[in-house]
């Protein structure tokens, strides 16, 4: 499984293309602006996009959905609690399938009632549950600091330290991670009691 890490637009975004290296059959994650960026690296890589999958519905992750969709003639996965329109939905434990490979599904709600997880081959795609060195805020519709301490603690704190973390944003000191470094250094991945992490999200 190759992964291209594409920033994009003026909110230090990443999109990702994940590739099957044995079929080139690939997916593509949160599209949104600098689309040509994109189909560039599809176009030079001969790749042949099998979805578009989105970490969660914001504006910043899917503004390039249906546009992409119609230009490579490829249907959009959503998680089942996503505002938006999709072709396909999943839930909790699904997994994507791409050639021979796949991501498993994983909610972690939090900074959205519908942010997923994608995780395989040794890799995880956190979207903006987990930043490197921090994680995505609470304060903006469908955000739960609750629902984001057990996604962290109960779900992403459980994977094993060995997976690479490829975040939705280039917030960090580097543009990826892995799982064990996070918890080692990572602030909001020390654990504290469910109160203590509400109170330092802002309440």
């Known amino acids: 499984?190759?992964?291209?890490?594409?920033?994009?637009?003026p909110m230090q975004n990443f999109s990702y293309i994940v590739e099957d290296t044995s079929t080139h059959e690939a997916i593509v994650?949160?599209?949104?602006?600098?689309l040509e960026k994109l189909t560039k690296t599809i176009d030079e890589q001969n790749l042949k996009i099998k979805y578009i999958v989105n970490t969660h519905w914001h504006d910043d992750h899917t503004r390039g959905?249906?546009?992409?969709s119609k230009q490579l003639g490829v249907k959009i996965i959503q998680h089942e609690a996503s505002q938006l329109?999709?072709?396909?939905?999943?839930?909790?434990?699904d997994s994507i399938e791409f050639g021979s490979s796949f991501?498993?599904?994983h909610h972690t709600p939090g900074h959205s009632k519908d942010s997923i997880c994608l995780?395989?081959?040794?890799?995880?795609?956190?979207?903006?549950?987990?930043?490197?060195?921090?994680?995505?805020?609470?304060?903006?519709?469908g955000g739960s600091a609750k629902e984001l301490y057990h996604s962290l603690f109960d779900v992403i704190a459980k994977f094993t330290?060995?997976?690479?973390?490829?975040?939705?944003?280039?917030?960090?000191?580097?543009s990826t991670s892995t799982i064990g470094k996070e918890k080692q250094t990572n602030p909001v991945m020390q654990r504290i009691s469910e109160a203590e992490f509400i109170e330092r999200m802002g309440g």
Not at 65 to 68: A, F
């Open 1 to 9: 499984m190759k992964v291209y890490q594409i920033p994009v637009g």
């Open 29 to 34: 994650i949160d599209p949104s602006w600098d």
């Open 65 to 68: 959905n249906e546009e992409l």
């Open 85 to 93: 329109k999709s072709d396909l939905t999943v839930s909790d434990g």
């Open 103 to 105: 991501l498993m599904v």
């Open 119 to 141: 995780l395989g081959g040794g890799k995880i795609f956190t979207g903006d549950t987990l930043f490197v060195g921090n994680c995505g805020r609470v304060d903006l519709p």
């Open 161 to 174: 330290d060995g997976l690479v973390l490829y975040p939705g944003h280039d917030y960090g000191s580097s």
